[in-house]
């Protein structure tokens, strides 16, 4: 029942941000200094909302014999196409954040950790576009791409969209000012 109650929790986050997105407004930025990550993805989030609508079009006119399969498909294929606008405007609006005391790194609405800047032992611009899976490593890739690198001199737990926590001691992550946000980060 927890994880059935943690994924309604996520489907309404993000018909959350979708209303902050259509608002164009942002999520918990107040107090800080916001860095975004969602043009990394601007150009596949569309396309990949546009082929879910040829493909309602498509299942439209391949069951337009069968009415009760056509309604239900066609609700289905709705949905989805809501839920992939959705994802893409919960990384719109939900930016990475840099506080006084901490730096919150978010993906969309299953993301979001709070790192303080004291557990921060470097930071580094870092391009990678393959991302191996490893222990105490958390990679939030943007397009199959991160472009800053954090160590941390303490490990930080994770809690993944299912409630599962695990001790990370590097994030990688995707700015779209990657520069700016490396700058950001060193003097501290």
């Known amino acids: 029942m927890t994880t059935v ?3 309604a929790r996520h ?5 959350a941000g979708l209303a902050l997105w259509l608002t164009r407004r942002t999520h918990g930025t107040a107090g800080g200094r916001a860095f975004g990550y969602a043009r990394g993805q601007g150009a596949t989030m569309p396309a990949l909302a546009f082929v879910c609508l040829i ?3 498509g299942v439209a006119v391949m069951l337009r014999d069968q009415p009760v399969a056509h309604d239900v498909m066609l609700v289905l294929d709705g949905y989805t196409v809501l839920f992939v606008v959705a994802l893409h405007a919960a ?3 939900r930016p990475h954040v840099l506080t006084p005391d901490a730096l919150r790194v978010r993906y969309g609405a299953h993301v979001d950790l709070r790192i303080p800047l004291t557990a921060i032992a470097a930071v580094r611009r870092e391009s990678r576009a393959t991302h191996e899976p490893a222990e105490g490593t958390l990679d939030l890739a ?3 791409r991160t472009t800053v690198t954090l160590e941390l001199a303490e490990p930080v737990v994770h809690t993944n969209l299912l409630g599962r926590g695990r001790q990370v001691g590097v994030v990688r992550l995707y700015a779209d000012d990657t520069d700016g946000l490396v700058r950001a980060l060193t003097p501290r």
Do not use: F, K, M, Q
Request: hydrophobic content about 45%.
């Open 5 to 7: 109650y943690r994924l």
């Open 11 to 15: 489907e309404l986050r993000l018909l």
């Open 55 to 57: 493909e309602t079009a």
């Open 91 to 93: 990384c719109a609006v």
């Open 142 to 144: 943007v397009g199959s």
